[in-house]
């Protein structure tokens, strides 16, 4: 355990600084109000470094104002020594008390305000560093994505309120530029608008003007839907236009190759009729039945 060390056997009272304030361990409560746990250093920090500074305590927790000797020429008791334990101890109890549970466990076994706020230090610091770099790139890679605006906007601030717990605060027009910049192409027309007219207004009227043209994006899809719904069903209810019907597969069997044959090929397919009323036809057909009529009455 780390308990309070002499930093050398000499009088020092003159090395003990002024204490212009009486100090009371209940102040802290109300100077400092958020309680330190492993993602809020910072923000612990920037509140509880002002309280030292006032109070001109600096030097118990950074080191520079060392515990004096306990004793004067080994024999009296150093009425700085007695001042000193009595400021640091008050001090200790501040910042045991601005501590949450699970960090307050982790410094049980110090004994002075400068070796816990080295610890805390010692162990927080760098993560609440990488923590704050960590959100900075969440923020500026966030994109709306398939979120609704209102889970959208939520989200970014939701970010923005965890860069204030490391102490590192967002002003409200870097996140509406964050926010804007997260938006689809659709959005286009409200980014160029917004971006000449949101200095001048609130991040609510700023959230409303996001959210009705989000009603209104909805709305147009909704009637492109149902137009190109409509347009489907009328072509698929329309009579078929009247075509040439394609070659049976009969007449693809026996002629594939059909679209290659001569003219004359309808001919042979399709002879003529013949006319047996002309009369030149009648004439050859009477001399056939003449020259044949011999050989028919042979036979019979």
């Not at 109000?33 to 509140?47: I, P, T």
């Amino acid at each position: 355990m780390a308990g309070p060390t002499s930093a050398s056997s000499t009088p020092s009272l003159s090395s003990s600084p002024t204490i212009s304030k009486a100090l009371q361990p209940t102040h802290v409560n109300h100077l400092v109000s958020v309680k330190l746990d492993a993602h809020n250093y910072l923000l612990w920090r920037a509140q509880f470094l002002p309280l030292l500074r006032g109070y001109r305590l600096m030097g118990f927790v950074d080191g520079t104002h060392p515990c004096p000797p306990r004793f004067l020429n080994d024999i009296v008791d150093n009425p700085a020594y007695i001042e000193w334990v009595e400021q640091d101890s008050i001090l200790l109890g501040w910042l045991l008390s601005s501590l949450s549970d699970s960090i307050l466990a982790q410094v049980l076994d110090y004994e002075t305000s400068h070796a816990v706020w080295q610890a805390i230090q010692d162990s927080l610091a760098s993560k609440s560093e990488a923590r704050q770099m960590q959100l900075h790139r969440e923020l500026q890679d966030l994109k709306k994505g398939d979120r609704s605006m209102q889970e959208y906007i939520l989200r970014a601030k939701a970010v923005a309120d965890q860069l204030v717990t490391t102490g590192n605060k967002i002003s409200s027009s870097s996140l509406r530029q964050h926010i804007l910049h997260g938006l689809e192409p659709s959005y286009d027309p409200i980014v160029t608008s917004l971006q000449t007219t949101m200095a001048n207004m609130s991040f609510e009227d700023f959230q409303s003007h996001l959210l009705s043209y989000e009603i209104r994006l909805q709305s147009q899809q909704a009637i492109s839907s149902t137009s190109a719904s409509v347009h489907v069903a009328a072509s698929t209810n329309r009579s078929p236009s009247t075509t040439t019907p394609p070659p049976s597969s009969r007449q693809q069997q026996y002629y594939p190759n059909r679209h290659l044959r001569s003219p004359l090929h309808h001919c042979y397919q399709h002879p003529p009729m013949l006319d047996t009323h002309h009369p030149t036809l009648l004439l050859l057909l009477t001399l056939i039945l003449l020259l044949q009529a011999p050989t028919l009455l042979v036979r019979g």
